[in-house]
């Protein structure tokens, strides 16, 4: 899926989806929208992060699933910048249709909110 939407029509996905899922709140964080659920980051929105040419979402996932999707899917997944080593991905939001980023947030949105420390 290859898109043209702007990064605020980006963001109103990411939000849209975000906002759908229980206990979530939004404060900006490292100078982007960040999404929270029981106080623990689970995704972040990336707006051509030091101008890296992504508009993307990062997400946590479960060991093993980075690479795995990072090989499988190049284009639509990568490695961020400080996150990427502790197992998150970047989503290419023109990449991606709704119903999958939705099955990510989701994903991301259970694994962290099921963790506790």
């Known amino acids: ?26 404060k900006v964080s490292h100078g982007e929208p960040t999404f929270f659920v029981r106080k623990r980051v689970y995704a972040m929105f990336a707006n051509n992060h030091h101008q890296d040419g992504h508009i993307a979402v990062w997400v946590p ?30 989503i290419e939001l023109a990449c991606i249709d709704d119903e999958e980023l939705a099955e990510r947030l989701r994903e991301a949105w259970q694994w962290i909110g099921a963790k506790r420390h």
């Not at 090989?71 to 502790?86: D, L, Q």
């Open 61 to 90: 996932v479960p060991p093993g699933h980075q690479e795995a999707l990072v090989s499988a899917r190049p284009e639509t997944f990568y490695r961020p910048p400080y996150v990427g080593v502790k197992g998150w991905v970047g």
């Open 1 to 26: 899926m290859e898109s043209r939407a702007s990064s605020a029509e980006h963001l109103q996905r990411v939000r849209r989806i975000c906002s759908s899922l229980t206990g979530t709140s939004e």
